[in-house]
T-cell receptor
Framework: AQSVTQPDIHITVSEGASLELRCNYS??????LFWYVQSPGQGLQLLLKYFSGDTLVQGIKGFEAEFKRSQSSFNLRKPSVHWSDAAEYFC??????????WGAGTKLIIKP | DSGVTQTPKHLITATGQRVTLRCSPR?????VYWYQQSLDQGLQFLIQ???????AKGNILERFSAQQFPDLHSELNLSSLELGDSALYFC???????????FGNGTRLTVT
């Protein structure tokens, strides 16, 4: 069955520290991969996407993600988090028709 | 600002009632998607329209229906409302080819 797993419901990181949010998927073929961020009271905003090519993709707000086919993972990273990064982060996978399968989300809490 | 407009922002209604949620996609986007986000179910795809025609259905209840009008705005109709329908309802639109989804800020529905 197709699925997306974000194993961490909450993650707490100190401001200025590095961040890695995990995303594992189960999918029949190489999917399109996405990370979205949702701030409180807001809709989801695309951070980055992977379709093909270089497995390390750069996104907005200093985020990057690496596609690892052997591990069926697409982890999101940021070298130094800012208080404004506090939000919920969603990983999604899907086919080209954009019927995305969404992870349950990881809530990022920033410690001052 | 994603360019996707949803109205109203909040809706409070009683069980058994019917409501209509409205979405205006980004200028030029032909595809509109509806999602439901609740605490227990996460983000669930409901239905997709493309240029006025239904393109795909997800976990949409029979009590729910949607349409996309010639001016490309879309409406999601929820009827015989139950307490469990309380959720955030998001609309997203997408341009051609590999364009990503752009989400509105959602309508928060509370059924009492």
């Amino acid at each position: 069955a197709q699925s997306v797993t974000q194993p961490d419901i909450h993650i707490t990181v100190s401001e200025g520290a590095s961040l890695e949010l995990r995303c594992n998927y189960s999918y029949g073929a190489t999917p399109y991969l996405f990370w979205y961020v949702q701030s409180p009271g807001q809709g989801l905003q695309l951070l980055l996407k992977y379709f093909s090519g270089d497995t390390l993709v750069q996104g907005i707000k200093g985020f990057e993600a690496e596609f690892k086919r052997s591990q069926s993972s697409f982890n999101l990273r940021k070298p130094s988090v800012h208080w404004s990064d506090a939000a919920e982060y969603f990983c999604a996978v899907g086919a080209s028709n954009y019927q995305l399968i969404w992870g349950a989300g990881t809530k990022l809490i920033i410690k001052p | 600002d994603s360019g996707v407009t949803q109205t109203p922002k909040h809706l409070i209604t009683a069980t058994g009632q019917r409501v209509t949620l409205r979405c205006s996609p980004r200028s030029g986007d032909l595809s509109v998607y509806w999602y439901q986000q609740s605490l227990d179910q996460g983000l669930q795809f409901l239905i997709q329209y493309y240029n006025g025609e239904e393109r795909a259905k997800g976990n949409i209840l029979e009590r729910f229906s949607a349409q996309q009008f010639p001016d490309l705005h879309s409406e999601l109709n929820l009827s015989s409302l139950e307490l469990g329908d309380s959720a955030l309802y998001f609309c997203a639109s997408r341009g051609p080819n590999n364009s990503p989804l752009h989400f509105g800020n959602g309508t928060r529905l509370t059924v009492t």
